[in-house]
């Protein structure tokens, strides 16, 4: 009917959320955008300085975005982060990189998009349009915030991820893998390439 929803997922971020509440104002009256949800990257029970006055927002039990992140602290080198991880994960990604997986950066949206579907199609969840991933890719990428990784065998695209970073932090934002070269475990060494 000629409006619009907004999301903001994984924020916002930074100290002054008052002035960020206010352009957003302006902006979703400008789109007529009729709906915002914000969900922010607080764990459920954590209270933080940064939270802005959330009397005008409602809970919603419907997340969209998991409501829990694991974080890694990459200032410890590569062999500590391992170590830190179970044995059978460790094992996979040796296995992947014995079995002649590969992982590139890459800019191949359309691919991307059609490994969503499949994982889609495998695990019964929705995906978004392949414009809206490559909206996301083409505004970060020039930035240095966002890059798109593919783990490949034998020149066939097995799995992927878009991971999207600001400041000090990144995320595993979006994942995809084909039904293919399962057993050849590519995601575990994608997500050790990336991390």
Known sequence: FGFNIAYIPKGPIGPD???????????????KTIFLKVEPDLW???????????DDFKPNA???????????D????EQSILSSMKQKTRYNIRLAEKKGVKVYASDDIDTFHKLMLDTSARDKFGVH?????????????????CVLLFAE???????????????KRAWYFY?????????????????????
């Open 129 to 145: 349009s392949k414009s809206y991933y490559q909206k996301i890719f083409d505004s970060l990428y020039d930035k240095g915030e």
């Open 175 to 195: 994942g995809a893998s084909s039904d293919s070269g399962r057993n050849l475990m590519p995601t575990y060494l994608l997500q050790w390439e990336a991390i």
């Open 153 to 167: 065998h034998n020149n066939e695209p097995l799995a992927a991820i878009m991971v999207v970073a600001h400041g």
């Open 17 to 31: 959320w008052k002035a960020l509440w206010q352009e957003l104002d302006i902006n979703c009256k400008k789109n």
């Open 74 to 77: 990459l200032i410890n080198d």
């Open 44 to 54: 459920d029970t954590e209270s933080s300085s940064i939270e802005p006055n959330m």
């Open 62 to 72: 419907s997340a969209i975005q998991p409501r829990r992140t694991i974080t890694i």
